[in-house]
T-cell receptor, first 113, second 113 residues
Framework: GENVEQHPSTLSVQEGDSAVIKCTYSDSASNYFPWYKQELGKGPQLIIDIRSNVGEKKDQRIAVTLNKTAKHFSLHITETQPEDSAVYFCPLREGAGSYQLTFGKGTKLSVIP | DARVTQTPRHKVTEMGQEVTMRCQPILGHNTVFWYRQTMMQGLELLAYFRNRAPLDDSGMPKDRFSAEMPDATLATLKIQPSEPRDSAVYFC???????????FGQGTRLTVV
């Protein structure tokens, strides 16, 4: 089946610095790449996504970049704030025509005030 | 404000007891997912329904777990008998086949003692 590796598993940054989380996938047919954020005590929530025909997408302080040749996509958070502290996931959609999302263990981001 | 509603939010039960978790998907959504989250395994997919029919429950221990959708407004996940290793946070998510986003509920934190 599809495999995704997410790095790092934990990340600590000073408030105001940038944070980058990277996901590597194995299936060349993958065409949808979302990022979910899970705050403490809550369920994951979609924060940004990108499709394979686009190389980069931005939404205020967050951006996602896609490198289809290298099969990886990254989440970039600039000017980090304490409220960015959360667990971030890059789930993959299993199979063509499927709406099933497979998550992993995620990356725990801590923003130090 | 449409949201996925899960009940109960917390459940403590003794080993061997039956546990039923309920989920009300967002009105109009036709896909429902059940996930289990633990520190060790991360977020694991247990079952996936489309139009109330189970499409994939390969992640679910069949001997003690069962998932159903009695109608479009209710999904249930049942564990009988429960074991301490079932202790986790169980999430329900819903979506619809015209979109890629999964909307998560707040989760049910289950503790089996």
């Amino acid at each position: 089946g599809e495999n995704v590796e997410q790095h790092p598993s934990t990340l600590s940054v000073q408030e105001g610095d940038s944070a980058v989380i990277k996901c590597t996938y194995s299936d060349s047919a993958s065409n949808y790449f979302p990022w979910y954020k899970q705050e403490l005590g809550k369920g994951p929530q979609l924060i940004i996504d990108i499709r394979s025909n686009v190389g980069e997408k931005k939404d205020q302080r967050i951006a996602v970049t896609l490198n289809k040749t290298a099969k990886h996509f990254s989440l970039h958070i600039t000017e980090t704030q304490p409220e960015d502290s959360a667990v971030y996931f890059c789930p993959l959609r299993e199979g063509a025509g499927s709406y099933q999302l497979t998550f992993g263990k995620g990356t725990k981001l801590s923003v130090i005030p | 404000d449409a949201r996925v509603t899960q009940t109960p939010r917390h459940k403590v039960t003794e080993m061997g007891q039956e546990v039923t978790m309920r989920c009300q998907p967002i009105l109009g959504h036709n896909t429902v997912f059940w996930y289990r989250q633990t520190m060790m395994q991360g977020l694991e997919l247990l079952a996936y329904f489309r139009n109330r029919a189970p499409l994939d429950d390969s992640g679910m221990p069949k001997d003690r777990f069962s998932a159903e959708m009695p109608d479009a407004t209710l999904a249930t996940l049942k564990i009988q008998p429960s074991e301490p290793r079932d202790s986790a946070v169980y999430f329900c998510a819903s979506g619809w086949t015209g979109d890629t986003e999964a909307f998560f509920g707040q989760g049910t934190r289950l503790t089996v003692v």
